[in-house]
């Protein structure tokens, strides 16, 4: 069932005799109200209330005309002035209605039950009230739920934040690892190009000497075979020399 916020319309709660020109201003502004005037029966209102006798009925009135401007803070505050001030159940019942309507146009629903209840104590069967209290709890339940989902909507956004400051680490470890292994692969290579690189200066600098001992040892052996054929050859010439004629026997 859909609910609309009736508002409890400008009265005259016919208390104590006050000054005709004070009755006639909120007269006049009940007709503004009624024609959808209602600055101006807000300005009748308030010229009302700066009487000595303040009129309930004035407060009730200005705070309707203020309701009507969508000035709800405004006209909560003269509900309250009729609260603090009549003395009939009626009156207060009707402040605290169109207070519950202030407030579900301010989506304040907690505060809306709170008052819609207070108007149902005063004035059990009153039916508009009853709707009107039916409404705000269910827009109370809404708005809970909705904030629920808010904040189950707000701890995803975390979690899933959490998640992907996690991942950025993970990878920036990850990274970190990888980079520490190709330094370290690096300078395996380094180190090996640095060992390779001495074993060949050892090996350039060590083939001259090689060379020079190949040289020398081959020219020692040249020399021992030089050695060796001349004294063949004195052997050689020794043996002819001292060889012995033959003699033909004839």
């Known amino acids: 069932m859909k609910y609309s916020f009736v508002m409890i319309g400008v009265v005259a709660f016919g208390l104590t005799a006050f000054a005709q020109s004070t009755r006639s201003l909120i007269n006049s502004g009940n007709d503004l109200y009624e024609r959808n005037k209602y600055d101006e029966a807000e300005a009748n209102y308030r010229k009302a209330l700066r009487s000595e006798e303040k009129p309930i009925e004035g407060h009730f009135n200005l705070g309707d005309a203020l309701y009507k ?145 190949a040289k020398a040892d081959a020219e020692r052996i040249l020399e021992v075979l030089k050695n060796a054929e001349k004294d063949v050859q004195r052997k050689i010439r020794a043996k002819k020399a001292g060889r012995p004629r033959t003699e033909k026997d004839w």
Do not use: C, I, W
């Open 69 to 213: 401007q969508q000035r709800y803070d405004d006209s909560m505050k003269e509900f309250e002035n009729v609260l603090s001030k009549a003395e009939t159940n009626e009156s207060k019942s009707s402040s605290y209605y169109n207070m519950g309507n202030s407030f579900m146009k301010k989506q304040q629903y907690q505060e809306a039950v709170q008052a819609y209840s207070q108007s149902l104590k005063l004035k059990p069967h009153d039916l508009d009230a009853k709707y009107n209290l039916s409404y705000a709890l269910q827009k109370l339940q809404e708005q809970k739920q909705q904030q629920q989902q808010n904040k189950d909507d707000k701890q995803k956004d975390k979690n899933k934040d959490q998640n992907k400051d996690k991942e950025k680490k993970d990878q920036q470890n990850k990274d970190k690892q990888e980079q520490q292994q190709k330094q370290d692969e690096q300078q395996k290579q380094d180190q090996q190009q640095n060992k390779n690189d001495n074993q060949e200066q050892n090996q350039q600098q060590q083939k001259p000497q090689q060379e020079r001992m």
